[in-house]
């Protein structure tokens, strides 16, 4: 028996090594396969197929992955959010929850949903076009299945303004491929425990980074090089971006005698960086890809905060040096 499951196991590397080792005649160039000017990466670090050309070994374990991945979420959420259920599909409107950061957590998560499963497509050997189409389509469709079964958890709801997020996160990936001129522009997420820069946490909901509204900034990048013109565009550093980001603090926090804090706001401006321009390129294909995944987030970096607290500076945002004005 073991051994049976052993030369399945060789059977399918070999198989997925093999649907690689094609004719490169059956890929688009690298010129055809760019973001904002960048070149751009399939997860083994090539391009896509210039005709979809469905590949069996590689969708037979991106099928498998992708599979267990999706379960894996759903247990972790069940255990976060579902553990009890209703038994009535409810609605319920809450625009005003954590002051709207969920609602751009809702359209980055269906971005990125979609750009990860669109890259998937290319890997079972779809063409750009048609893996750009069904992986936006996958990434709104399982958000929205998500938004579904919170209709049924005892402390949610199902949230319009939650699905009308989802559409739009997919609906701007998509967007990206027909109109090239939006990738400028890249939703970005960044993530810094609240505790670590002496902000308060919250007291009464379970800790869950991606529920850790406290701890979560959602950015929109653009870069600034491809949107300039003439000496302008000489002068800006290509690998130097700018973002737009918003956050908020003191979410589900009391102060010593238990009363609530109060949620207060924060817009940001800061400069940020183009990985694949800082980052020299690898002969690893998958590092190449991973270059590339880091223009998805954003590290701390010269900031000026504007919000309910006050404007603040800082070198290092979120972290210290942070001078008040």
């Not at 499951?5 to 160039?29: E, K, P, R, W």
């Not at 005698?257 to 002969?283: E, K």
């Amino acid at each position: 028996m073991h051994s049976k499951i052993i030369a399945a196991i060789v059977t399918l590397a070999v198989g997925v090594a093999n649907s690689f080792a094609t004719d490169d005649s059956l890929y688009i160039s690298k010129s055809a396969f760019m973001y904002a000017d960048d070149q751009r990466y399939t997860m083994w670090g090539g391009t896509p197929r210039a005709q979809s050309d469905l590949q069996l070994w590689p969708t037979v374990a991106v099928g498998a992955g992708f599979g267990a991945l999706m379960v894996g979420l759903h247990v972790y959420q069940r255990n976060a959010w579902w553990d009890e259920t209703n038994p009535q599909f409810r609605v319920i409107d809450d625009s005003e929850y954590a002051r709207g950061l969920d609602k751009f957590g809702h359209i980055y998560s269906s971005y990125i949903m979609s750009t990860f499963s669109a890259d998937l497509m290319m890997v079972c050997g779809l063409s750009h076009e048609t893996s750009t189409l069904v992986g936006s389509g996958m990434g709104v469709a399982y958000t929205l299945y998500v938004e579904v079964l919170d209709g049924y958890a005892k402390e949610w709801g199902f949230s319009p303004t939650d699905a009308i997020a989802d559409v739009v996160g997919a609906s701007f990936f998509l967007a990206q491929y027909h109109v090239p001129f939006l990738q400028n522009f890249t939703p970005r997420w960044s993530y810094v425990p609240a505790q670590w820069v002496g902000d308060p946490v919250s007291n009464n909901r379970q800790k869950i980074f991606i529920d850790d509204y406290n701890s979560t900034t959602f950015w929109l990048a653009a870069n600034v090089h491809n949107l300039l013109w003439g000496g302008a565009r000489d002068i800006w550093p290509d690998w130097l971006m700018f973002s737009v980001g918003y956050g908020i603090r003191n979410y589900d926090a009391v102060d010593e005698t238990g009363a609530p804090v109060g949620v207060t706001r924060r817009f940001l401006f800061g400069l940020d960086y183009n990985w694949l321009r800082i980052l020299p390129p690898s002969n690893v294909g998958f590092v190449n890809y991973l270059r590339q995944a880091l223009n998805y987030i954003r590290l701390p970096g010269p900031t000026l905060e504007v919000g309910d607290e006050g404007v603040k500076f800082g070198i290092f945002y979120p972290f210290a040096i942070v001078v008040p004005l």
